[in-house]
């Protein structure tokens, strides 16, 4: 139907020219390195913000543990204390040595709260469950006169340290009054060994440290998770700034800002109960977390670098892709530019993964993408073009047939007519000629009116063509318009496209705030559960039970706690496709934009066709003109041949007649051969508008 370019055409030397691909991908790797950028950067900061949180509270479970395990340890004793002091051994009867011994052995013996028991009489004397290594008066001691002062309440003396145990005690003690009006004294020797264990499994972020002190500021024990102590047992620290601040402090626990301490610009302090013996205390240096988060700067960095290369690879295959894409409509384009009627084929592309990609978005197919849908509606268009093309080249090949019929009947005309004047020049000596002479040229003027007829055939039918040529052209004018309208309602769509994505951006925020009261209420169950496992501990085989459903209370907190961080690792996949989505959609935009441009091109080279039709249409009714010119002539010369033959009768007197006849045929043929040549020209004309479309 049409030519198509050969390879020495279609292989023209490419011009240096910016590709569309490399800002597109130009555009991929600055928005993904933005996206790098602000991801790793929140996940620095969020990670540092849950490390903090992880020693922060891992400084209040330190602190709350070991003040938890005093409390659980003097409730005991206390509790102890005052159910020995109603014990009948010693209300019922006199003090006998003998019966508070018995008394002491059988309620007190075996039992890991205390490691000896004392009761001390008004006389004097001492009674130990174990063996002391000295003769002891018990009302010089303070566990007896505090004691004796307040015989309604436990006494507490404060802790003391015993170098031969390297333990710190108290001694708890309750008044005792029997039947015989005696009064006495309960005591019980409480060790502190049991904090300390306590404390041994405890860390406070990598390096903090969790410490145990006495009222007065001694330090009844410590741990801490560097390799280097701060603090050692027995150190008395009552003039650190540390001591004075706990002690001045109203609150029974929270956060201080100390100085002091290398280091270290806050502590978290619990000072227990009324009547806790010793307070508790942690802190973690500010360089806690350098190595943790010099980990995490090394891992961003690495998969930031490999994130980097996958994105200029794919920004590679896009940019060769795209390029590939607008290869071919521009291609297509510049072969029609160049006069070449050539339709767009992706079996030209290659056989490459960008050319397989290039074709699924460029083959000419409907219901799929506008690409897919200009590719076939620009086939089309060359179509209709083409056939356009072929019905004007045979139009303008009949009217240049018919007009060199036309100049070979002008020429035979010509040639009637000399021999017209021939015959008036000789018209005395060959009149018997004439008859036969006005006979030839009736045949003559019978040719000439068949041609004609002939010639307003033809330019009927060329009417007919160039009025379907305007009508198609106007058509494919309204179907260009059509494309442009449905790619702007497109573009729309795009753009609402964007903005409900970023609604889905906003959405996502919105679960990430809910997942943090999440891990906030599964932080708070795991404490809860802990609490709750210290008291069923404290509570014996009683509370075995309610430790059993403390703890799986805290197994589901930790399962909860799992589950959100894995929910929050699909929220941010999702953000990131929603990221990458966006960025596709934002590439699309562009390259609708450009496909605007190229639309618009194509609507101006259909209305440069359409005026050229015009044009057309103007020739063939110049064309009409003329042959209605062709016809008048016509019939002047066939009424001068009917004068010639009625002159041939009168021939001798006709003469001057004739050769004014003769004249005349001879200004009609002069019309005829201007006629003919503008039949020539506009024919010519025809033909070189068919030459543009090959």
Known sequence: MF?????????????????????????????????????FSSSYIQTKHLLNERNRLSKETAAQVMEKTLSDIASDAEAKVNAGTSLSGFTQGKFTGNKILDTMKTSFSGDDVYS?????????????????????????????????????????????????????YSIVSGAVENSGNQRGVLALRVEYDEVEAAIGPLNVGKKGTIAMISKQGAVMGTKSCDTKEMYKKGQDISSSDVYKKIKAAKGTKGTLKVSGIKGVSEIYYNKGGANSQAWAFAFVPQNDLSAELGKLATTSLIVSIVMVVLVVLASMFVIEAVKIMLGGFTEAFNSGKDGYLERINTDDFGNGLQARVAKMAVEPRKDRSELNEMSLAYNEMIDAISALTESVKSSAVKTAKNAEKLRETSEQTASAVDEVSQTITDVASVTENQARETVHGDEQMKELSRIANELAKDVDVLDNVSTQTASLNQQNMATMTEVSTNWDSSQEQTERLVNEMQNLSDSIQNITQVIGVINEVSRQINLLALNASIEAESAGDSGKGFAVVAQEIRKLAVRSKESTNQIVGIIEEIKQKSDRLSDEVEISKEVGKRQTQLIDSAIKSTEAVYKNTEQLISTSERIKHSNDSLNEIETKVSESLDKISASSEENAAGTE??????????????????????????????????????
């Open 657 to 694: 007649q004739v050769s004014a006849n003769a004249e005349e045929v001879s200004a009609s043929m002069s019309e005829l051969a201007v006629a003919i040549s503008e039949l020539s020209d506009t024919a010519d004309e025809l033909a070189k508008h068919s030459k543009l479309f090959k």
């Open 3 to 39: 030519k198509k370019k050969g390879k020495v055409e279609s292989s023209k030397k490419k011009e240096h020219r910016k590709s569309l691909g490399r800002f597109v991908g130009l555009f991929m790797i600055i928005a993904a390195l933005l996206s790098i950028v602000v991801m």
């Open 116 to 168: 000896n028991v004392y009761f001390g009489t008004q006389s004097g004397k001492l009674y130990a469950l174990n063996s002391l290594s000295e003769k002891i008066d018990p009302r010089t001691q303070d566990w007896y006169r505090g004691a004796m002062s307040d015989t309604s309440n436990v006494y507490w003396t404060k802790p003391e340290y015993d170098e031969s145990t390297g333990q710190y």
